[in-house]
């Protein structure tokens, strides 16, 4: 079965990209509408996909292939969509939406910003969609390539600095990862991953090669997630990209590497490989509950905000990894909601923490003293986002963490329950720390900052249409908006665990046949 | 009979709009005012319609969906539920008044978060009250917790942040981890049980079945981490140090809330857990031989009764008298923690009736000490001698309420107490009623000279108060503020990080001191009498606004009520058919 709009989801914005830099030459702002437009069609092209998956009745309609070009698999290639792929392009195409929106005012607004920003869609798309092991490590370059000139496009210093760092270990990533791939060609002669699924369970899961495989795989793809002790990249490229770029980065392309390892781990090496091989699970489970401890401490150790963001991250994404180690369907289900979660939650943090920065120059937690009551409208998108991610219920925080734990429970994993259940404080004492400076506080009147708040109620008093207290005409209405819209919506997904349930149920019943 | 019906969820729903039309109108302060005085009569008249209902046996369900398989979020109006949300509604009602009296008389800042997180926590509350089960109300408890720590924080004083942090940190550690760490243990334990979709954290009088047959072991721990999740709100020891730091808060959230709402919340979680989650059946089966009886809750009682007699002690140490206060509710909410512990039918009625019983004394007290602190700016009881003569009425109010935490007859906790001395003797647990006796003579002990100086002695001519100054244990202390006052300073002391005397000292009330035309206070003076005595008020409200005199006396009425009449003002009805609704206890 062929169908198209797979093809279309990754060929529309990868084609839409030509079109910022073409149109460029004659119209200034050409940019920010066609990359709008692109994404709109990606929106409905992804809801789509999910509906059709979600109503499906058949086990064909609920994975949808099409093959490139008419060739067959295994040796063509073939773009597969099922549930799991059908959320994180929902996720992608959503969080494109509210991050065009929010940039509109802020940018970078150069028409080259617009075509990588299209290119990074397509090629996180490509990664999500695709169902051959080499074809995904195309698009896993397209995304850090694009990803490297996204950081850099700050212009400053720092962020061609941290655009570097981020290149030489995002390769080394990539490169670990190709070589794992590698050896699964030589061993198996396929890239497919259901063909490779089958050849794999001929050969047995304990033989070397194949343990090395998953190894450089595991290894490549946790440094793209940045998974603590890897993810020394991660805070610098965050904390000097641009506001926007952070949020895009921050929530979609750790995303969609931590997506490829449960494709790589459940479709292709699957349930058994973990089972045979207890060391290596053994050891997921370890690296990735350290990262929880370790990534939680860090964040809680920063003054810069986007800094504490970053290594929150890397302590989210441990709970993710600890989730796929765990080898339980509960706890898939946690890591699947958590991924999902937080991407919209890190893109509602960083984009609150922009708005703030670009209305008083706040980049750091003690800046934030005060802010509340000059932006009530942004603090209180990020108090919420960010008692979210902590995982105070209503919200999508609560449900992530509910399945990781009870997964951890079934499987009797004390251990991780333990620290499941504890990542709450630990991420409390980030996230407390940010919400007491911006309401209980009071603003420190340092000159600098004096300056910068006079000169907004400057602008204020000309301007009759406040959006935001009344002190933020500088700050756009869209950019209030989305960040506030994004944050309501981390609370009104906790209502969400029937989407989730009904369109994983038939992945994860092939994962834990 | 189950009905479903809007009216719980109305219940709730109604303070949570009322917290936005309070946000929306902050510029309008007789407005915003009227809708919390609006919505907390509207609240208590929907919880109160229930009330007949509910004594006739019908449940009233509000199903909003499933949140997970087998776990619905559901509101639900049963016995138990209707006991904590008609009492937490109507003293929101009272409170709501003299938060009004309170806030301008101090013209304290802020006043709108105020007032909207004040009414986000009561709903919160309620919805615990109303929670059908586990999940439902761990919703509401972390909920509940974020909207009291704006109020906590209230002053935005490096003590107040601090004390924000504290209360935070204690009560998402019971919260977040602990009692989401034992929703999941049960959900777990109940899926193990044969029959599909057999998981469910339901409450269901006289416990879930399936916990029955569970891995005794699991569910002892799932027990022990539940009852200490909720134990965390309910200040059981040694957990209890975010509630005496909360003192920093404005009084009447010290009143409603850390005595009434809150910290109920913690021991209503304890009930629920002891009689709808486990049941005192399964709970006496639990555990090992040597627990005896009491099986499983046996360390429970044990943590209450040691919290119960260490509070008390604590207490009599105190010269502030928020703080004495926040101890003695520490103290206090044990025995309702004490008498749901000893499974017992009789025990388990005065635990429950403890509820409303303390939350009106304790209400009272609080009252008493915020309009002391709104009329005289005077915080320590040391210089509170012959204050009966400035305010009389206040002060004959907290009499009666501390004559009742004592276990004095015709006031309400007496009639609650004695039901659990009763049930522990009965139940053949003699040491418990001895520790309720000994802790009775220590309520004494701390309140009895706080009404004695206020009217039989002088600022001049006073004995020494706390009764007990000095560290435990008779080191000499070394005097963190220099200041010559015994104060809670000692080297063994257990709660000195964080210290509302230090808000006294700073003077942060202080500001207004001009503008208040009641004070009798002069610049630089903090508190205590002003030179030359006491001056003398008359009883018919000459000492301060009927805002804040009508809440005291209305909660010192119902202590009353509730101590001479108990079944004619329903709680003590409410009471009776919740543990009559238990299969195998015997009443």
Not at chain 1, 60 to 69: K, N, S, W, Y
Not at chain 1, 366 to 391: H, M, N
Not at chain 2, 481 to 499: E, Y
Request: aromatic share 10%.
């Amino acid at each position: 079965m062929s169908d198209v709009l797979l093809a279309l989801l990754v060929t529309v914005p990868l084609v839409a990209a030509i079109f910022p830099l073409l149109f460029g030459l004659r119209y200034e702002n050409a940019g920010w509408p066609i990359a709008l437009a692109g994404s709109l069609v990606v929106t409905g092209l992804a809801g789509t996909l999910a509906w059709e998956i979600f109503t499906a009745s058949t086990e064909t309609g609920q994975r949808l292939v099409h093959e490139m070009a008419g060739y067959p698999a295994p040796y063509g290639i073939e773009l597969v969509g099922d549930g799991l792929s059908a959320l994180i392009a929902l996720l992608i195409s959503v969080v494109s939406v509210a991050v065009l929106i929010y940039s509109r005012s802020t940018g970078p607004g150069s028409n080259a910003f617009y075509s990588g920003f299209l290119l990074l869609m397509g090629g996180l798309l490509g990664m999500t969609l695709t169902g051959d092991l080499f074809n995904l490590f195309v698009f896993l370059e397209i995304v850090g390539l694009i990803t490297y000139a996204l950081v850099a496009s700050d212009d400053s210093g720092m962020a061609a600095y941290g655009a570097l760092k981020y290149l030489f270990l995002g390769t080394v990533g990539a490169s670990l990862y190709l070589i794992g791939v590698g050896y699964l060609l030589v061993r198996t002669g396929s890239l497919n991953m259901l063909d490779l699924q089958a050849r794999l369970a001929d050969i047995g899961y304990t033989e070397p090669l194949v343990q090395a495989a998953f190894g450089f795989i595991l290894i490549g793809l946790m440094l793209k997630i940045a998974v603590f002790p890897l993810h020394t990249w991660q805070p610098d490229a965050y904390t000097y990209a641009p506001d926007t770029v952070s949020a895009y980065i921050s929530a979609l392309v750790s995303t969609t590497a931590a997506y490829a390892l449960i494709r790589i781990s459940f479709d292709v090496f699957t349930v058994d490989f973990f089972a045979a091989n207890q060391l290596i699970t053994d050891a997921v489970v370890l690296v990735a509950s350290i990262s929880i401890v370790v990534g939680s401490l860090l964040a809680a150790m920063q003054t810069e905000i986007k800094r504490v963001f970053a290594y929150s991250s890397v302590a989210q994404f441990g709970m993710i990894v600890v989730a796929i180690g765990l080898n339980s369907r509960t706890a898939l289900l946690g890591a699947v909601i958590h991924l999902v979660g937080h991407g919209l939650m890190k893109a509602t943090l960083f984009m609150g923490a922009g708005i703030l920065s670009s209305a008083y120059g706040a980049t750091t937690i003690s800046d934030y003293a005060g802010l509340a009551k000059r932006s009530p409208i942004t603090s209180g998108g990020i108090a919420v986002t960010g008692l979210a991610l902590v995982g105070i219920p209503p919200s999508i925080g609560i449900l992530g963490k509910w399945y990781i734990a009870l997964g951890a429970v079934e499987s009797g994993s004390w251990s991780v329950a333990i620290i499941i259940f504890i990542s709450t404080l630990l991420t409390l004492t980030y996230v407390a720390r940010i919400i007491e400076t911006l309401y209980f506080n009071p603003p420190e009147a340092t000159h600098e900052e004096t300056a910068a708040s006079e000169s907004v109620e400057h602008v204020a008093v000309g301007d009759e249409a406040v959006a935001d207290g009344g002190l933020e005409t500088r700050v756009a209405t869209e950019r209030i908006v989305v960040v506030a819209v994004l944050a309501v919506s981390t609370v009104a997904l906790f209502a969400s665990v029937d989407l989730f349930t009904e369109l994983l149920d038939p992945v994860f019943g092939r994962f834990f046949q | 009979m189950i009905e479903p019906t809007i009216r719980p969820l109305a219940a709730v729903a109604v303070s949570f709009v009322a917290a936005a039309f309070i946000l929306a109108s902050g510029r309008r302060p007789n407005l915003r005012e009227a809708w919390t005085v609006l919505a907390s009569v509207s609240m208590f008249g929907i919880v109160a319609s229930m009330v007949p209902g509910v004594l006739a046996g019908e449940v009233y369900v509000t199903n909003l969906g499933t949140v997970l398989p087998g776990v619905d979020f559901v509101l639900r109006a049963d016995p138990l539920g209707v006991l904590f949300a008609s009492l937490a509604s109507l003293l929101w009602i009272v409170t709501s008044f003299y938060s009004i009296g309170y806030m301008r008389g101090l013209d304290e800042h802020n006043q709108t978060r105020y007032f909207a997180s004040f009414a986000v926590s009561v709903a919160s509350a309620v919805g615990i009250a109303f929670a059908g089960n586990l999940l439902t109300i761990f919703v509401f408890y972390e909920v509940l917790s974020v909207a009291t720590y704006p109020l906590v924080a209230h002053d935005e004083t490096p003590e107040a942040r601090a004390a924000g942090r504290k209360y935070l940190a204690y009560t998402f550690f019971g919260g977040g981890v602990l009692v989401l760490a034992g929703t999941v243990l049960v959900y777990w334990l109940t899926s193990l049980a044969p029959g599909a979709e057999s998981a469910t954290v339901d409450f269901t009088p006289g416990g879930i079945s399936a916990l029955a047959n569970a891995d005794p072991t699991a569910a002892s721990v799932a027990f022990i981490v539940l009852a200490l999740g909720f134990g965390v709100k309910a200040g059981l020891m040694p957990f209890h140090q975010w509630l005496p730091s909360a003192m920093v808060a404005p009084t009447p959230v010290s009143g409603l809330l850390h005595a009434v709402a809150v910290v109920k919340s913690g021991v209503f979680g304890i009930a629920r857990v002891v009689l709808d989650v486990f049941g005192p059946e399964t709970l006496a089966d639990l555990g090992p031989a040597s627990f005896g009886d009491l099986g499983i809750a046996l360390p429970v009682a044990i943590i209450a009764s040691i919290t119960l007699t260490v509070a008390s002690i604590i207490a009599l140490r105190k010269d502030h008298l928020k703080r004495r206060l926040a101890y003695s509710t520490i103290s206090q909410l044990s025995y309702i923690v004490l008498g749901l512990a000893l499974l017992e039918g009789d025990a388990l009625i005065g635990g429950l009736l403890h509820i409303p019983a303390h939350a009106f004394m304790k209400l009272t007290l609080f009252l008493c000490a915020g309009i002391i602190h709104v009329e005289t700016h005077t915080d320590n009881i040391s210089e509170m001698a012959g204050i009966g003569r400035r305010m009389p009425l206040t002060m004959t109010a907290f009499g009666i309420a501390a004559a009742g935490m004592a276990g004095i007859p015709l006031v309400a906790g007496f009639v609650s107490k004695w039901y659990i001395v009763i049930g522990a003797l009965d139940g053949g647990n003699a040491v418990f009623a001895g520790v309720l006796l000994v802790s009775g003579v220590l309520n004494i002990a701390y309140f009895w000279p706080i009404v004695y100086q206020a009217f039989f002695e002088t600022p001049d001519d006073h004995d020494t108060k706390p009764l007990l100054e000095g560290p435990f244990g008779g080191r000499d202390a070394i005097r963190a503020d220099g200041s010559g006052r015994t104060d809670d300073h000692g080297t063994v002391d257990i709660d000195a990080s964080v210290d509302p005397d230090a808000n006294h000292e700073g003077g942060v009330h202080h500001a207004h001191d001009d503008t208040d035309e009641h004070h009798d206070d002069h610049h630089g003076h903090h508190g205590g009498p002003p030179a030359g005595g006491w001056p003398k008020r008359n009883w018919r409200g000459g000492e301060s606004t009927w805002f804040m005199l009508g809440p005291i006396l209305t909660a010192a009425a119902l202590s009353l009520l509730l101590g001479i009449i108990p079944h004619t003002i329903v709680f003590m009805r409410i009471v009776e058919t919740i543990v009559g609704n238990l299969p195998g206890v015997v009443v």
